[in-house]
């Protein structure tokens, strides 16, 4: 039993609360959130003297597989440097305070039992497997003169392919099935262009109205749910009323569309720290130039996207869908959105909402009783200055995931 006293709590419950918090944590559960002093005996007290305790971050966008950023020569990584390369990716983000990722395509459920089984450090990974795509879509990476065959040698099989090409009702019904069978946690489509993508303009629909049908009645079958990625008003609203649950990036919706999300209770995850860390050093780290054009079309739609989608009530989790390089900026995310919707939204953004989405409310992205005792201790007011949250983790002098510390400086 791990007792923390003298917390300031931060969470979707408690925003300008400056009362002081006991937290009772037992195993890997907080048992007791309270302001009266608690005894128990042979429990270990830790004071953490007025700083900031607040739930571990939830990134709902992430790519962990993706230690290139150019995707299509990842696919083509030796498996095992691979998957090694996404070891420090994972340490990474735990390391920024985020204790709960969601994959948008690539990592599989062996990495996630990995990080299950304290084989490998990371943050609890929720996988898609592959992210399906149709020819010619997000998720076929050869260029405008390859007429190689989009799976020549297996080639979607190995460990850095984010995603597979699927055509076809029956092929998807069998794709879903198969990252099912193997353990994913969602299921991911491409249903409109792209930026890391050669050959499909970001205003293309991708996939026929029956096939995303299918997607979204198999993985309902299979007791979960679809995400897709999609940038316009229309690819966006299409895919809603057809049943998907998330909406990745949505940089380009108009009010029409972000009405129909509210309708339906979709939720949208914007990854705007994505368009700015490619438009800071995606030239250097070898992003097309015609990527880099798509990009900045889309980089400043985003801000102005977060601001309608939060003004229609659609709900929002946080996401960064950062590659190769990039994935230092993770945390940037957070304060790119607080200068739009304020910090504390951003927060809640980053943990209760991306709670809901992983459909585990109550368990994470909250400091209560019956959560997992997955948390932070911040120096500082995030709600003062959320780049406290920042950078690579230097201000969170606790990060504990599972009821153990990752690592802390408290003690
Ligand atoms: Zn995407
Ligand atoms: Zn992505």
């Known amino acids: 039993m791990l007792i923390l006293k003298n917390a300031r709590v931060l969470d979707a419950e408690h925003e300008r609360d400056d009362g002081r918090?006991?937290?009772?944590?037992?195993?890997?559960?907080?048992?007791?959130?309270?302001?009266?002093?608690?005894?128990?005996?042979?429990?270990?007290?830790?004071d953490v003297g007025g700083k900031t305790l607040m739930p571990g971050l939830i990134d709902c966008h992430v790519h962990v597989i993706a230690s290139v950023a150019h995707l299509g020569n990842n696919s083509r990584l030796p498996n095992t440097f691979a998957v090694l390369r996404a070891v420090p990716i994972l340490a990474g983000m735990l390391n920024r305070g985020f204790t709960s990722v969601r994959d948008a395509g690539g990592a599989d459920y062996a990495l996630s039992r990995a990080i299950e089984e304290d084989v490998i450090a990371g943050p609890r990974l929720f996988v898609a497997g592959k992210a399906l795509s149709q020819t010619g879509g997000h998720g076929d990476f050869r260029e405008r003169f390859d007429n190689s065959d989009p799976d020549p040698c297996g080639c979607s099989r190995n460990l850095g392919a984010i995603g597979r090409v699927v055509d076809g009702v029956d092929a998807m019904r069998k794709a879903v099935r198969?990252?099912?069978?193997?353990g994913a946690h969602h299921i991911k489509i491409m249903a409109s262009g792209g930026v890391a993508s050669p050959t499909d303009p970001i205003g293309n629909l991708q996939f026929s109205v029956d096939?995303?049908?299918?997607?979204?009645?198999?993985?309902?079958?299979?007791?979960?749910?679809?995400?897709?990625?999609?940038?316009?008003?229309?690819a966006i609203a299409r895919v809603v009323k057809l049943g998907v649950r998330t909406i990745e990036h949505g940089n380009l919706i108009d009010e029409e569309a972000a009405d129909v999300m509210a309708e339906h209770g979709a939720f949208a995850v914007p990854t705007l720290v994505v368009y700015d860390a490619m438009n800071r050093v995606g030239a250097q780290i070898g992003i097309s130039a015609l990527s880099l054009e798509k990009n900045e079309a889309v980089r400043v739609q985003g801000l102005k996207a977060l601001e309608l989608l939060h003004e229609r009530g659609v709900k929002m989790g946080l996401g960064t869908d950062l590659l190769g390089e990039m994935h230092e900026y993770q945390?940037?995310?957070?304060?790119?959105?607080?200068?739009?919707?304020?910090s504390f939204e951003a927060i809640r953004q980053a943990t209760a909402v991306g709670a809901d989405i992983l459909n585990m409310q109550g368990k994470l992205g909250v400091i209560a009783a019956g959560a997992y005792a997955d948390l932070l201790v911040v120096d500082g007011d995030p709600l003062k200055d959320i780049r406290v949250l920042t950078g690579q983790g230097e201000r969170i002098s606790g990060v504990m995931k599972n009821g153990a510390w990752v690592r802390e400086k408290l003690l």
Do not use: C, F, N, W
């Open 21 to 46: 918090y006991s937290v009772v944590i037992d195993g890997d559960t907080i048992r007791e959130v309270t302001r009266e002093p608690v005894e128990a005996s042979g429990a270990q007290v830790i």
């Open 178 to 182: 198969e990252e099912m069978r193997a």
């Open 211 to 234: 096939e995303v049908k299918a997607a979204v009645e198999e993985a309902a079958s299979h007791q979960t749910y679809v995400m897709a990625h999609a940038y316009t008003p229309k």
């Open 331 to 342: 945390s940037d995310e957070l304060s790119i959105r607080a200068d739009i919707v304020g």
